[in-house]
């Protein structure tokens, strides 16, 4: 059975929401809250907060019919969740996906009014599509169904999350669709953040460097794109796109998200997180499993629902997000992961760096799997919504990377010897600001396959000398590489000379 013939196409599924008697199409800020009135508590900064059923995405019940198998049965159930909004009362918002010319799409998104909420944040993500837009997208998200499964048809761009009331995968699942369609036109989608960073080098010569930021959710990616550096005027720094953006084979990096965030807010605290801490209490926020007290207080240090607390907010509310979301080119890619034997950052040639890309190690968060929070993962390109061959996605990532002359880096976020020495946001704000200056100076002569920092500005790097802190960490280091190259093997049409060049 094809695709063609089970599920039609995104523009001809649920073609006219406006004409539909059933169908309350974009009904503004004011109405979606009033539908969600009994699910929402008032923050103390007069924000709403809501408390979901499912608190993270459900990554163990997601399927697309390009990666697994699809018989009439998956088929059907993306047809019921169609007729079912053909025939009861739901609301429907269109929103765009990017401004790129080659990379705009339109998200038309159905849920059953009790659940206003969802689509609410949804507008804080997404801009309005523009008017009489086909939808290159569509998602009918049915939280109330007795069966908790999300089915999509990439191809047709079609999505039917069932059973889930969680934000995320409304979100997702338009995300999950722009990243295929970017490596379907020769790029690679990227679960990545992105960031401008203008600076002046050792001869004083400004120069504008484009960084990207590839990590799971939960270890620091939207800390480190959104924040300043610690940059001395004229310099500054500002974040592009937070989560979602399709590396281009010309060098640009294309966004996905043009009205908002979707932000981690356990633990949050101004101190340390000042532009987001306020960004996150302004009214505009919608806040999603974060305690909130019947008076209004909001504790983000408690994980009363969930350590995987929520806030959708504005761009505008952030000082660092610059009015685009496309990066003009990208210079310097970063991997962040929370490995123990890792030092706070080395730098890799490409074929290393494409088997960083397919190892993706880092440690599972409460965004993906609560029940192993903590626990030493790997997911390719620390994407867990990639469709299609991941191999095939390790060797673009090479090839790109090679070809744009892009250099490459892991970044430690977590600590060295499973806890023994932390490496905290200032020290990696301290390496991203002087490895944009270039003024790290490097040994590539240890048998790592990667180069490590000698000289740091702001920074004594040999704190962070990672033997100091690993039992036998020459022979676990041999070991280590041993295992990943094993583990590559693994992967269908990855290119030999990527598991061969593993570091």
């Excluded at 305690?291 to 408690?302: H, I, K, P, R, Y």
Aim: hydrophobic share 35%.
């Amino acid at each position: 059975m094809s695709n063609q013939d089970a599920v039609p196409s995104a523009a001809e599924a649920l073609p006219d929401p406006v004409g539909a008697d059933n169908v309350v199409y974009d009904p503004g800020e004011e109405r979606l809250r009033k539908y969600s009135a009994h699910l929402e508590t008032t923050t103390e900064f007069g924000s709403p907060a809501y408390v979901s059923e499912q608190r993270s995405r459900s990554s163990d019940r997601t399927k697309n019919d390009v990666d697994d198998e699809f018989g009439r049965e998956e088929y059907d159930r993306i047809g019921d969740a169609l007729a079912y909004a053909r025939e009861h009362e739901m609301l429907c918002i269109d929103r765009r996906i990017g401004r790129h010319p080659e990379h705009t799409y339109c998200y038309r998104y159905y849920v059953p009014k009790a659940y206003g909420r969802i689509a609410l944040a949804v507008t804080r993500l997404f801009e309005p599509a523009p008017a009489d837009a086909d939808p290159d997208f569509l998602t009918v998200q049915l939280p109330d169904h007795d069966e908790l499964a999300i089915r999509a048809v990439p191809d047709a761009g079609v999505t039917a999350v069932l059973g889930s009331d969680y934000t995320g995968e409304a979100k997702k699942a338009a995300l999950r669709l722009f990243m295929y369609r970017a490596k379907r036109s020769g790029g690679l989608g990227l679960h990545a953040g992105s960031k401008r960073v203008t600076v002046r080098d050792d001869e004083g010569d400004r120069r504008t460097v484009g960084q990207v930021f590839l990590g799971l959710s939960g270890t620091g990616k939207s800390t480190l794109t959104a924040h300043g550096l610690g940059l001395d005027d004229p310099e500054d720094a500002v974040m592009v796109q937070d989560d979602v953006c399709a590396l281009l084979p010309n060098g640009t990096v294309a966004g996905s998200e043009g009205n908002g965030l979707f932000l981690k807010t356990i633990g949050l605290n101004a101190d340390e997180q000042p532009e987001v801490y306020d960004a996150v209490t302004h009214e505009s926020a919608v806040l999603e499993n974060v305690d909130v007290a019947e008076d209004g207080t909001v504790d983000f240090d408690s994980d009363r629902y969930t350590s995987n607390g929520r806030a959708t907010v504005l761009r505008e509310h952030l000082d660092s997000a610059t009015e685009e979301i496309d990066l003009e080119r990208v210079q310097q890619v970063f991997f962040i992961t929370r490995n123990p034997t890792m030092p706070p950052v080395v730098k890799l040639p490409s074929e290393a760096a494409a088997a960083a890309f397919m190892l993706g190690e880092s440690v599972q968060t409460s965004a993906g799997d609560p029940s192993s929070a903590g626990e030493a993962i790997r997911v390719v390109g620390t994407n867990p919504f990639i469709i299609g061959s991941e191999g095939e996605e390790g060797n673009r990532f090479r090839d790109l990377v090679d070809e744009l002359g892009v250099e490459c880096y892991v970044l430690n976020t977590g600590s060295l010897g499973n806890g023994a020495k932390s490496i905290g946001v200032k020290e990696s704000t301290t390496i991203l600001r002087e490895i944009a200056r270039g003024r790290v100076e490097w040994d590539d002569t240890a048998e790592h396959g990667f180069a490590v920092p000698t000289s740091v500005p702001g920074m004594d790097v040999d704190e962070y000398d990672v033997a100091d802190y690993v039992t036998d960490y020459e022979q676990k280091r041999r070991d280590l590489r041993a295992e990943r190259r094993e583990y590559l093997a693994g992967f269908n049409d990855l290119d030999e000379d990527i598991i061969e060049n593993v570091y």
